[in-house]
């Protein structure tokens, strides 16, 4: 079955660091997005990705995160400057699938645990 | 923008009872409400949805109900197994391809 795929599993970095999440997305799938959770607390949204193109983001994505997917399958989260309140667990998560009728499906990865020290 | 509370935080039955989580959301413009299972080490996975135009749903042992005036939606699990614990998110979005509001969850536990 196809799944979407993330690593690292775990990064550990030091504050003031840049970070990169990757993220493979399912391949036929056409939005992509990043949540995070701080541990023990909610799934929280920070970005969708169609086309290309941010469709929306949240308050949490400022300046310090950006997104890019540089070729036709990679998917990655760029945190240019961490903080110790970036320190969570990172998911990508891919739905929509082409030609399909919309499911509303959201498929995640298992997630890239980022520690900032 | 969407709020969506949750509860209870916890919950432990025994093996073979009900379990029922509730949730209630702030924007009535939300009209998609999904549930994730997330188990240890693992990221959320789809166990039902529902749209605004049906009342309630079913899969098996697992059932939701809307309730769009009241803006409440609540997720029942009959003849609960060990394998059943996990933490459980109820969610709302307005369109199904759009950001996805988490509620905080729920951690059940499931007593053999």
């Known amino acids: 079955e196809p799944e979407v795929t993330q690593t690292p599993s775990h990064q550990v970095t030091q504050m003031g660091q840049e970070v990169i999440l990757r993220c493979v997305p399912i391949s036929n799938h056409l939005y992509f997005y990043w949540y995070r959770q701080i541990l023990g607390q909610k799934v929280e949204f920070l970005v969708s990705f169609y086309n290309n193109e941010i469709s929306e983001k949240s308050e949490i994505f400022d300046d310090q995160f950006s997104v890019e997917r540089p070729d036709g399958s990679n998917f990655t989260l760029k945190i240019r400057s961490t903080k110790l309140e970036d320190s969570a667990m990172y998911f990508c998560a891919s739905s929509i699938p082409s030609g399909s009728q919309v499911t509303g499906e959201l498929f995640f990865g298992e997630g890239s645990r980022l520690t900032v020290l | 923008g969407e709020n969506v509370e949750q509860h209870p935080s916890t919950l432990s039955v025994q093996e073979g009872d009900s379990a029922v989580i509730k949730c209630t959301y702030s924007d009535s413009a939300s009209n998609y409400f999904p549930w994730y299972k997330q188990e240890l080490g693992k990221g959320p996975q789809l166990i039902i949805d529902?749209?605004?135009?049906?009342g309630e749903k079913k899969d098996q042992r697992i059932a939701v109900t809307l309730n769009k005036t009241a803006k409440h939606f609540s997720l029942h699990i009959t003849e609960t197994q060990p394998e059943d614990s996990a933490v459980y998110f109820c969610a709302a979005t307005e369109t199904s391809y759009d950001k996805v509001i988490f509620g905080p969850g729920t951690s059940l536990s499931v007593i053999p």
């Open positions: 529902i749209r605004s135009n049906v």
